[in-house]
Nanobody, 123 residues
Framework: QVQLVESGGGLVQSGGSLRLACVGSGFSLIYQAIGWFRQAPGKEREGLSCISGADGSTSYLDSVKGRFSISRDDAKNAVFLQMNSLKPEDTGIYYC????????????????WGRGTEVTVSS
């Protein structure tokens, strides 16, 4: 079955860290741009970070810059999101996708989404 599978979410205290993983099942992530997105309660889904499939270059939404780090491991067919200094406002469902944008972009085309992993940051 062709799908993206996220893992690594959970409950963490403010200031803590989590590492999310996105694994491609049934297809290769190599050479694909991969993005991490978040949908907070009552808000639209927003793009947080992107990693290029061509050269591994990365980009970040300003609100997570310096705290989050995206990386990929092609041998594991996976992309990771290391999240440090977490804040209560980072709470939400985190998704990975084949394709990427930063912020909120209504109507943007994303070919494949994972089902998400939930992150809760307590104050």
């Amino acid at each position: 079955q062709v799908q993206l599978v996220e893992s690594g979410g959970g409950l963490v205290q403010s200031g803590g860290s989590l590492r999310l993983a996105c694994v491609g099942s049934g297809f290769s992530l190599i050479y694909q741009a991969i993005g991490w997105f978040r949908q907070a309660p009552g808000k639209e889904r927003e793009g947080l970070s992107c990693i290029s499939g061509a050269d591994g270059s990365t980009s970040y939404l300003d609100s997570v810059k310096g705290r989050f780090s995206i990386s990929r491991d092609d041998a594991k067919n996976a992309v990771f999101l290391q999240m440090n200094s977490l804040k209560p406002e980072d709470t939400g469902i985190y998704y990975c996708a084949t394709g990427c944008y930063l912020g909120v972009q209504r109507g943007a085309y994303i070919k494949r989404w994972g089902r998400g992993t939930e992150v809760t940051v307590s104050s």
